[in-house]
């Protein structure tokens, strides 16, 4: 049973260059969410889908942005980088909206941006 | 605002102690809290899982308590093992159904020395 598959695994951009993030969910799972960890921080929460809608999204610019597609993977797009937005970009599933399951990451994308 | 701290940042151990990391929170209306690891570089794994209604949950020689009404969760590792060196993260996931996403403490950075 495949877990949370994230991919590119890292990847190096330069300020204003675009990117975007891929993310296959744990079998089973139809809700995904993103994450920002910087080094040495906690990872904090970007947005969640599910049904293929933005159903929550946390205190990021609207530079990032993202899609869930019909078979439940999703993709995290961010324009226009800038240095701060270096970091290990998270994606995790579970499986309904509202249950109360645990909370499944991936290895992560770390993005550098020169 | 929830806000989760982790104490203490880091802990350095001879192999075979008995330890404990504490997790505290502002907000108590909290649906579970959840315990991850982290190796350097990686994604999270989940340890254990304690709905808002449980005291404890168990899983080898690993046990997490939670004290809802005073903020706190306890990881307990018993006979620590060179093997258990990660960051330990604490996140909590709120009461409120319209807003799911976890917030993270910064983790505690655990070496056990062999």
């Known amino acids: ?114 | 605002k929830q806000e989760v701290t982790q104490i203490p940042a880091a802990l350095s151990v001879p192999e075979g102690e008995n330890l404990v990391l504490n997790c505290s929170f502002t907000d108590s209306a909290i649906y579970n809290l959840q315990w991850f690891r982290q190796d350097p570089g990686k994604g999270l794994t989940s340890l254990l899982l304690i709905q808002s209604s449980q005291r404890e949950q168990t899983s080898g020689r690993l046990n997490a308590s939670l004290d809802k009404s005073s903020g706190r969760s306890t990881l307990y590792i018993a006979a620590s093992q060179p093997g258990d060196s990660a960051t330990y993260l604490c996140a909590v996931r709120p009461q409120d159904t319209g807003r799911r996403a976890l917030t993270f403490g910064s983790g505690t950075r655990l070496q056990v020395q062999p």
Do not use: M
């Not at chain 1, 899609?67 to 999703?74: G, I, K, L």
């Open chain 1, 1 to 114: 049973d495949a877990g949370v598959t994230q991919s590119p695994t890292h990847l190096i951009k330069t300020r204003g260059q675009q990117v975007t993030l891929r993310c296959s969910p744990k079998s089973g799972h139809d809700t995904v969410s993103w994450y920002q960890q910087a080094l040495g921080q906690g990872p904090q929460f970007i947005f969640q889908y599910y049904e293929e809608e933005e159903r929550q999204r946390g205190n990021f610019p609207d530079r990032f942005s993202g899609h869930q597609f019909p078979n439940y993977s999703s993709e995290l797009n961010v324009n226009a980088l800038l240095l701060g937005d270096s970091a290990l970009y998270l994606c995790a599933s579970r499986q309904g909206l509202r249950r109360a399951g645990e909370l499944f990451f991936g290895e992560g994308s770390r993005l550098t941006v020169l």
